[in-house]
C-alpha cells in the first residue's frame, strides 16, 4: 500500500531536481510530478483553505456567516486532484467540504466569502446558496444541493455530454464516504462503468457520516471493496492527507479518464479535524483521543515536514501574507498558530511570536491576557 511508501518518503529531504524541472527524492526513485514553484503553489492553496475556514469559524461567531461546513483534514487530496486536471476546461461537481479544489481550481478567496455571505458578488449563486456550496461558471464549477449524493448523476450526465461531443474533457465528482449509501452514486457508478464515461468518482472517507462510523454505514466498511467487480474503471485507495501520493493518483486517473478507458474511483482516507458543521458537536460521538490521534494526521504540517527545506524560506512569509489578504487580526493569527503549530508556540519566545505577528510583545502579552479571561 502507498501509505507505507510516504512514511518512507517524509523521511527523505529533497535531493535533486530533474531536467524537466520536477522534484526527485534521494533513494527512493519517486518523483514528485510537479516542479518545486508548482509544490509552493499547492501549500499555498491548503494553507488558504485552512485560513479560510478558520476565518468563517470566526465569523459565524460573529453572526456575520450563519452556516459552516469545514474542510480540514481534506486539503491535501483536494488540492492535488484540482492540480492534475484542467480547470476552466474540465469539468467539476465538488462537495460541501470541497473549498480546498475550489481554490485550486481557481476560484479566489473573495469570490467564496462573497457567497458564503450572500453578498451579490458571489460568481455562482449571487449569495443566494447554502454556504460551502461551491460553484463558478466560468470555472465549470457546478453549484449542488443539499440532498447528498444527487451530484453524481449529474456529473454522468456531464461526462456523456462530452462523449457525445467527442472531446476529451473529464468530469470530477466527491462526496464523503456516508453519502455513498444514497442510490444515485451506484446508478452513477454503474452507467458510467458500462459506457466508458470519462468520470472520477472521488469519495473522501473521513470515517464518520456526521456522527455514524464508516463501519456501521458500509457493507464492509471498505468502498473500495465493493467495487471491485466494475469493468473500465480504475480503483485507487489512498492516503488522502499525502499530497505527493494523492496526486499520483489523481495524475492517472485523469490519464486514464482522458485517454477514454472508462471512469476512475478514489477513495481518499481524510480526518475531520473540526466538527460535521457548525450544528454540530463530535464531543458527543468522538472519543477526544481519536480526535487528538487524528491531528497528528493533519495533512498540512505532513506537507510542511515533507518540504521543510524546500519551503523553509516560504512558508512563514506565505501564511504572513495569506493572513494580512484576509484581514485576519493578530488575536486570530495568534489562535491560529496555536491550534496549528503549539510545539513552535511552546519551543520560542514571547518576543519571536510579536514579531511573527507583526505586533509588540506587549500587545502580545494583552491578547493572551484576554484569551485566558475567555477561557
Ligand atoms: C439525502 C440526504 N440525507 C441526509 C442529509 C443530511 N446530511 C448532510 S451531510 C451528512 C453526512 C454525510 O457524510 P459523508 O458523506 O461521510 O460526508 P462528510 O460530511 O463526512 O464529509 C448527512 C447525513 C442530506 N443532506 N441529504
Ligand atoms: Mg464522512
Sequence with gaps: MASKKSAVLEKKKPAAVESNGTMKYAGTGYNTLLTKEQLIIAYKKMLLARF?????????????????????????????????????YDWAYPYYRDLAFSLAF???????LCENMHRTEGPSS?????????????????????????????????????????????????????ATSEGE?????????????????????????I??????????????????????????????????????????????CRAGKGPAFIEATCVRLFPHSSSDDPKKYRPADEIEADKKKDPIPKFERFFRLLLQNNYIATQRRIASSLSMSAEE????????YPHIVQRVSQRQIA?????????????????????
Design 52 to 88: 479560510i475556514d478558520e476565518k468563517e469559524m470566526n465569523l459565524l461567531k460573529q453572526g456575520k456567516v450563519l452556516f459552516h461546513i469545514s474542510g480540514p483534514g481534506h486539503e491535501a487530496v483536494q488540492v492535488a486532484t484540482a492540480m492534475a486536471m484542467k480547470s476552466s
Design 106 to 112: 481557481g476560484s479566489t478567496a473573495k469570490e467564496i
Design 126 to 178: 449571487h449569495g443566494r446558496q447554502m454556504p460551502s456550496h461551491y460553484g463558478d461558471k466560468r470555472l465549470r464549477i457546478v453549484g449542488q444541493s443539499s440532498p447528498t449524493g444527487t451530484q453524481y448523476l449529474q456529473a454522468v450526465g456531464t461526462a456523456m455530454g462530452s462523449v457525445k461531443e467527442a472531446n476529451d474533457e473529464v468530469t470530477y465528482v466527491s462526496s464523503g464516504e456516508g
Design 185 to 209: 452514486f451506484w446508478e452513477a457508478v454503474n452507467w458510467a462503468s458500462r459506457e466508458k464515461f470519462p468520470v472520477i468518482f472521488m469519495v473522501q472517507n473521513n470515517g464518520y457520516a
Design 211 to 256: 456522527s455514524v462510523p464508516v463501519e456501521e454505514q458500509i457493507a464492509g466498511g471498505s468502498l473500495y471493496n465493493l467495487l471491485s467487480g466494475y469493468p473500465n474503471m480504475k480503483k485507487f485507495r489512498i492516503d488522502g492527507t499525502d499530497f505527493i501520493e494523492s496526486f499520483k493518483a489523481a495524475k492517472e486517473a485523469v490519464e486514464h
Design 333 to 340: 493569527q495568534y489562535l491560529h498558530l496555536l491550534r496549528s
Design 355 to 375: 514579531s511573527y505577528l507583526g505586533i509588540t510583545p506587549e500587545a502580545l502579552s494583552r491578547i493572551r491576557k484576554r484569551l485566558s479571561q475567555k477561557k
